[in-house]
């Protein structure tokens, strides 16, 4: 202690004691009541740093949830644009396959509309003009007529004669009935069969006496009946044709042929 303490009164010694100790005291009260607040106010800082990390983490929580939602409906909308893809050439493919078939139909339409039409022009009568007359025919009917007659003009009478016979029962009612009854007529004189030639110019004359080949009917049946030694007949026959047809080239050879009759 220093020397200037031992000179001070006891009393006072003792009160500054005292009053030093309460200095003392009161310090560290303050000091802990500091130290106190210190920790309080880095509890309530750690709590507040906590509750943000707590926040952050669900925050962030969230932002990663929310990101893989975002992924799995790019991966969703990916996938679906993969699909839209593929119907896409699907369809595409669907419309070539669609052109070809129907690149396919329309040709065979086309074909079957140009058979369809070659059909009907085989059908669609014709106009035809024989011995001075116009008429329509079927094709057909033309056909077996021009036919009958390449048969005449061949020298195939036998031939000739059936196919004119089967004309008149297959068309009863043609515009060629009094041309294929001439025709018979010569047919059958060229087979030699003078009975049927005469009966086949007769039908011709009485149905068709105006027609241009009446005349050369008339001396074609005269002529059958000279073959079959009807003189009698013959001459009567030509008598007919130079009445009946007087400037014909068939009476002017009817007269000729009575030289011939005895």
Do not use: C
Not at 95 to 114: F, N, P, S, T, Y
Not at 121 to 150: C, H, M, N, S
């Amino acid at each position: 202690m220093p020397a200037s303490l031992h000179r001070l009164p006891a009393a006072l010694l003792l009160a500054l004691a005292a009053g030093a100790a309460q200095a003392g005291m009161f310090d560290d009260e303050e000091a802990r009541k500091a130290i106190v607040d210190l920790r309080s106010r880095v509890a309530a800082v750690d709590d507040q740093g906590k509750a943000r990390a707590a926040e952050a983490a669900a925050a962030n929580a969230q932002l990663v949830e929310q990101l893989a939602g975002l992924r799995r409906s790019l991966l969703d909308l990916n996938n679906q644009l993969e699909a839209m893809r593929g119907e896409i050439a699907k369809l595409r493919g669907n419309d070539e396959q669609l052109a070809r078939d129907l690149g396919e139909v329309q040709k065979r339409q086309k074909d079957i509309g140009q058979s369809l039409d070659e059909r009907l022009r085989k059908l669609e009568p014709v106009k035809v003009t024989l011995d001075g007359k116009e008429f329509t025919a079927e094709q057909d009917e033309k056909r077996a007529y021009d036919d009958a007659i390449a048969a005449i003009r061949g020298g195939d009478f036998d031939r000739a004669v059936v196919m004119l016979g089967a004309f008149q029962r297959r068309y009863p009612g043609s515009a060629y009935t009094d041309s294929v009854r001439f025709w018979l007529g010569n047919a059958l004189y060229g087979k030699r069969d003078y009975r049927e030639a005469i009966a086949a110019f007769r039908a011709f004359v009485a149905g068709a006496a105006d027609h241009p080949r009446a005349p050369e009917a008339l001396l074609a049946l005269a002529n059958s009946q000279a073959e079959m030694k009807d003189a009698k007949g013959a001459r009567k026959t030509i008598d007919e044709l130079m009445k009946t047809y007087p400037q014909s080239e068939a009476a002017q050879a009817g007269k000729e042929r009575l030289a011939s009759l005895k």
